[in-house]
């Protein structure tokens, strides 16, 4: 996992919780079971819609897009602002619009994977070779 992937964790502390996977070449955040940003080489995305599609447009803040059979196909992940880097208040309420886009979207949330337990390490116990017992003659006549 990149540096920056790993930053993300403490830049959304205030927003809460945050999981991060790797996914298609890049990384999928996550927020109470939401998909809330993707980041593609080492920039991050945040979830948008309609309704907060207008916060996005006031700083001029584009689609992610990525090429598909030639043609350019836009995601509803848009570009997040600069300023969420530096000011962890700005992260949270961007991270916030995000997952309100997440919980209209409709898409049911992404349930957990139970963790694995780790496996026991087994003692390695020497057992003792087992004798097979020879047969008498007397045994093999009966």
Do not use: C
């Given at each position: 996992m990149?540096?920056?992937?790993?930053?993300l964790?403490?830049?959304f502390?205030?927003?809460?919780?945050?999981?991060?996977?790797?996914?298609?070449?890049?990384?999928?955040?996550?927020?109470e079971?939401?998909?809330?940003?993707?980041?593609?080489?080492?920039?991050l995305?945040?979830k948008s819609?309609?309704?907060?599609?207008?916060?996005?447009?006031?700083?001029?803040?584009?689609?992610?897009?990525?090429?598909?059979q030639?043609?350019?196909?836009?995601?509803?992940?848009?570009?997040?602002?600069?300023?969420?880097f530096?000011?962890?208040?700005?992260?949270?309420?961007w991270?916030r619009?995000?997952?309100?886009?997440?919980?209209?979207?409709?898409?049911?949330?992404?349930?957990?994977?139970?963790k694995?337990?780790?496996?026991?390490?087994?003692a390695?116990?020497?057992?003792?070779?087992?004798k097979?017992?020879?047969?008498?003659?007397?045994?093999?006549?009966?």
């Open positions: 990149s540096e920056f992937v790993q930053s964790h403490e830049i502390e205030r927003l809460g919780r945050i999981e991060t996977r790797r996914m298609f070449g890049g990384h999928g955040v996550w927020h079971g939401r998909m809330i940003a993707l980041v593609a080489n080492e920039t995305y945040l819609d309609a309704e907060s599609a207008p916060h996005f447009d006031r700083l001029n803040l584009q689609p992610f897009t990525y090429m598909r030639g043609k350019a196909m836009p995601m509803s992940y848009r570009l997040a602002p600069a300023d969420l530096e000011d962890r208040e700005e992260a949270a309420r991270g619009l995000a997952y309100e886009a997440a919980l209209r979207s409709g898409q049911p949330p992404k349930p957990k994977k139970p694995k337990a780790p496996a026991a390490k087994k390695a116990a020497k057992k003792a070779p087992v097979k017992k020879k047969t008498t003659t007397k045994a093999a006549a009966r």
